[in-house]
C-alpha cells in the first residue's frame, strides 16, 4: 500500500468534510476540527505502524549510527531525528546534510524556547516550526496568545495552527496562510513513530538482559 497516498487522501478527505458559511469562518471550532483530524490520523497510524515496524527489524542498525553522531552533534534526540527522517523519506535517501540541517533547526528551535519545558513538548514546537517554517510558526504562536492560550504550550498550541489555513485569521497575520492541519499531520505521525522506536529499543533491552541471564 502506498502510505504517502493513504495520508494524503485522508487529509484531503478532512478538508473536504470542514464547511463554512462563507470564507470568514464564523462558528469555527477547532477542538472539533482537531478531533476529526484525530480520528483520521488514527486510521492512518494503525496502517502505518507495521510496516514501520517490519522496517524497525531490517533496517535501523543500519543507519543508527548517523542517527546518533548527529543527534549528539546538535544535542537532539536520534530517535527523533530518525522518526522525522522516516516520515520525511521512509529511510529511503538519507542524506547526512538534510539531517544535519534538520537537527540544526530542532536544536535552534530548542535553545529559543523557555527552559523550563518539557522534553517532549520542545520537540513537537521544533516539528511544527519545522513544517510550517519559522515566520508561520512565530505567526501560530501569537494567534495562541491572542485567544488566552500558551504559545509555548504544544496542547495549546495545537488547536490554533489550524487557523493559518483561513483567510478570516491569516489575513491579519505578518507571513498570512500556511498549512496548518498538514503540520499537525506532520507532527502527530512522528511522535506515533517516536513511541514506536522506544517500544522496540525497550523490547530489544529486554530481550537482550533477559538472554543474558540465561547464560
Known amino acids: 500500500m502506498n502510505l504517502i ?64 553522531k548527529i543527534g549528539h552533534k546538535y544535542n537532539v534526540p536520534w530517535t527523533l531525528l530518525a522518526t522525522q527522517a522516516y516520515q520525511e523519506s521512509r529511510w529511503q535517501s538519507l542524506i547526512e546534510e538534510e539531517l544535519e540541517k534538520r537537527a540544526k533547526f530542532l536544536s535552534e528551535v530548542q535553545k529559543s524556547l523557555p527552559k523550563n519545558l518539557e522534553g517532549k513538548n520542545i520537540w513537537a514546537l521544533g516539528l511544527v516550526a519545522y513544517k510550517l517554517g519559522k515566520e508561520h510558526f512565530y505567526d501560530a504562536q501569537s494567534l495562541t496568545a491572542l485567544h488566552g492560550k500558551n504559545p509555548h504550550l504544544w496542547k495549546d498550541l495545537k488547536e490554533i495552527v489550524p487557523l493559518l489555513h483561513y483567510k478570516y485569521y491569516y489575513k491579519n497575520l505578518r507571513y498570512g496562510y500556511a498549512n496548518g492541519f498538514d503540520a499537525i499531520a506532520y507532527v502527530d505521525a512522528i511522535q506515533h513513530y517516536y513511541n514506536l522506536l522506544i517500544e522496540y529499543e525497550l523490547a530489544m533491552l529486554t530481550k537482550e538482559s533477559s538472554n543474558g541471564a540465561k547464560k
Do not use: C, M, W
Not at 462558528?27 to 505502524?49: D, R, S, T
Not at 517490519?54 to 533496517?59: A, D, G, K, R, V
Open 5 to 68: 497516498f493513504f495520508r494524503t487522501f485522508l487529509l484531503s478527505f478532512l478538508l473536504t468534510q470542514i464547511t463554512f458559511a462563507s470564507d470568514h469562518a464564523k462558528g469555527f471550532n477547532p477542538p472539533k476540527v482537531q478531533q476529526q483530524l484525530y480520528h483520521l490520523a488514527k486510521l492512518y497510524h494503525f496502517v502505518a505502524a507495521k510496516e514501520f515496524k517490519s522496517i524497525l527489524e531490517t533496517q535501523l542498525e543500519n543507519y543508527r549510527p548517523i542517527f546518533e
